[in-house]
């Protein structure tokens, strides 16, 4: 069983998720909503302070890819997207147990 394809298959697997428009509309909703309670609360608390306005394209850019790179979200994808067994992939014993034991 040759590995690579399952490897490339797996992130595009993770970031396409099986629900339609109304389940869409509710997670986009939820976020909104979280966006309109945290943001006031973090400015009014002062855990959230405004330099974005002093910040150059560059400092933009340079911000977006650094987020992007969180460790967080590098662990999660190898952990979860990599190593663990999707439940829709038919695999045999044997390798659902090479899946585990990498896990």
Not at 8 to 29: D, E, I
């Amino acid at each position: 069983m040759n590995l690579f394809p399952l490897l490339l298959a797996r992130p595009a697997g993770a970031l396409t998720a099986p629900f339609g428009l109304a389940q869409l509309g509710t997670v986009v909703a939820l976020a909104g909503l979280y966006g309109l309670l945290a943001i006031p609360l973090g400015l009014a608390s002062g855990l959230l302070r405004p330099p974005w306005r002093r910040l150059t394209t560059r400092t933009w850019l340079q911000l977006a890819a650094s987020l992007l790179l969180m460790r967080a979200l590098m662990a999660e994808g190898i952990l979860r997207v990599l190593l663990l067994p999707r439940p829709l992939s038919a695999l045999e014993l044997q390798p659902q147990l090479a899946w585990a034991g990498l896990g």
